[in-house]
């Protein structure tokens, strides 16, 4: 592929009699508005900024900078949203972005690749605190930690080459590409491929002659991949070498926690290589689990927090609402025999339902609860507070939804005793938290 291959993006503004200035009735994405001085970083990887009083959620700016702004949607009557596509007055933390196809108008993988790593993670830093004080009514500051790479790995480790699950989508002539932001419009892969993928799934590679003569193409990952078999191509560095996969989920096999992980191809598991094991150990420790326990792992997927509660010598019941996740976690721990016992179904439902197969018990010692990134909910928390567990390790990758419900917890007696964060998703907005939950006025 060769640079002419990529898709045309405009990324500086038009004319400045484009530009708007607040009088105009009707603004239109591609319309420009400016000079604006950049606000604070908000949840979901843009800065507030403000024009004439209207609030512009703007991405690929940071705090204080004073920037054109072109307008990606004006459809909300309270607040418009926007790329700087001309800094005027830059941050000592912009760098250049190290991918060709990252920035306005590109793809919409990466929000933080324009800033300097240090300054990301406090930034997420920021972001989490405010979330707090905002939605729980908690003041606190949790530095973002930093997460190495395995040792051993032949990934950068330096912010790229991180990412070991990846879904490229293919173009109309089977070109691989990721989606820009807010868009199902296709920004095709550089010959580098992704940045922050792991090297062995960087870029699926083509055979044939170059796209321009060759419409239908293909993509080779190992063997050739015939496009027209479907839209999407997911790429996996697992323990046991890259997978291609398209169509049927195929499984693969994850190492952490001591143990071996059969995860479906398309399926859940952490994508930072390091991220199953920096959580185990981190809700390990927040909970301090001793043998003979009771514990409920809650979303437990393929099983990780249950085989590291097993090991402690704890009994787990999981539950899991993927009943191929559940599958495989039973194969995955059949060693642990009945201190291993899984529920295939909803957890709020699991949770109520008050007797009969499936049925959780009324009472427990510990919680692992790793939910979606919408969170677990007022009734989930509700049902968890019930059964009285000495101690909850909530594993978050969203801080608003952590933070809404730590205020449920608080609203049932139990208070957040601990938090830590972790930057496992370098150059995005995303991070993970594990924090630790008890009931309030707990000596522990």
């Known amino acids: 592929m060769t640079t002419e291959d990529r898709e045309p993006v405009e990324k500086t503004p038009g004319p400045v009699a484009a530009q708007q200035t607040g009088t105009d009735p009707d603004p239109r994405p591609g319309d420009v508005v400016g000079p604006v001085t950049v606000g604070p970083i908000a949840h979901g990887g843009?800065?507030?900024?403000?024009?004439?009083?209207?609030?512009?959620?703007?991405?690929?700016?940071?705090?204080?900078?004073?920037?054109?702004?072109?307008?990606?949607?004006?459809?909300?009557?309270?607040?418009?949203?926007?790329?700087?596509?001309?800094?005027?007055?830059?941050?000592?933390?912009?760098?250049?972005?190290?991918?060709?196809?990252?920035?306005?108008?590109?793809?919409?993988?990466?929000?933080?690749?324009?800033?300097?790593?240090?300054?990301?993670?406090?930034?997420?830093?920021?972001?989490?605190?405010?979330?707090?004080?905002?939605l729980a009514g908690i003041e606190l500051d949790v530095p973002v930690e930093q997460v190495p790479m395995p040792t051993g790995s032949d990934m950068v480790g330096d912010g790229f080459g991180w990412r070991t699950r990846m879904r490229y989508l293919l173009d109309d002539r089977g070109r691989p590409g990721l989606r820009a932001h807010r868009s199902h419009r296709i920004i095709t892969l550089p010959a580098e491929g992704c940045r922050i993928a792991a090297p062995t799934i960087?870029?699926?590679?083509?055979?044939?002659?170059?796209?321009?003569?060759?419409?239908?193409?293909?993509?080779?990952?190992?063997?050739?991949?015939?496009?027209?078999?479907g839209s999407e191509l997911i790429g996996i560095a697992a323990k046991d070498g890259p997978h291609w996969i398209t169509g049927a989920s195929e499984p693969v096999v994850e190492h952490a926690a001591g143990r071996d992980w059969r995860v479906a191809g398309d399926g859940f598991w952490q994508v930072h290589p390091s991220a199953a094991?920096?959580?185990?150990?981190?809700?390990?420790?927040?909970?301090?689990?001793?043998?003979?326990?009771?514990?409920?792992?809650?979303?437990?997927?393929?099983?990780?927090?249950?085989?590291?509660l097993i090991d402690a010598g704890c009994r787990v019941v999981g539950v899991e609402s993927s009943h191929g996740a559940v599958a495989d976690a039973r194969h995955n721990l059949s060693d642990a025999g009945p201190r291993a016992r899984f529920v295939a179904g909803r957890v709020d439902r699991a949770l109520r339902q008050p007797r009969g197969k499936g049925a959780l018990p009324r009472s427990t010692d510990l919680v692992v609860l790793d939910p979606p990134?919408?969170?677990?909910?007022?009734?989930?928390?509700?049902?968890?507070?019930?059964?009285?567990?000495?101690?909850?390790?909530?594993?978050a990758c969203d801080p608003a939804a952590l933070a809404r419900d730590l205020g449920y917890f608080d609203k049932h007696g139990y208070e957040l005793e601990s938090l830590r964060a972790f930057d496992l998703f370098p150059m995005t907005h995303h991070l993970e938290c594990v924090a630790l939950v008890q009931p309030a006025g707990d000596p522990a």
């Not at 705090?63 to 001309?86: C, H, N, Y």
């Not at 870029?203 to 078999?229: I, K, L, N, S």
């Not at 150990?281 to 997927?301: H, K, Q, R």
């Open 46 to 134: 843009h800065c507030v900024a403000r024009h004439d009083g209207r609030v512009i959620f703007t991405r690929h700016a940071l705090p204080g900078e004073e920037v054109m702004i072109t307008l990606t949607d004006t459809s909300q009557r309270k607040f418009w949203r926007g790329d700087a596509t001309t800094v005027i007055t830059s941050s000592a933390d912009r760098i250049e972005p190290a991918c060709r196809i990252s920035g306005p108008g590109l793809c919409g993988g990466c929000d933080f690749q324009h800033i300097e790593l240090t300054a990301q993670r406090e930034l997420k830093a920021a972001v989490l605190a405010e979330q707090l004080q905002r």
């Open 202 to 229: 960087a870029h699926p590679g083509r055979v044939g002659a170059e796209p321009d003569t060759d419409p239908q193409g293909g993509v080779d990952p190992q063997g050739g991949v015939d496009p027209q078999g």
């Open 277 to 308: 094991d920096t959580l185990v150990e981190a809700v390990l420790e927040a909970l301090g689990p001793t043998p003979g326990e009771n514990a409920f792992d809650l979303y437990c997927g393929v099983g990780l927090f249950t085989g590291a």
């Open 373 to 395: 990134r919408t969170g677990a909910g007022r009734a989930v928390v509700q049902q968890i507070a019930a059964r009285r567990p000495r101690a909850i390790a909530y594993v």
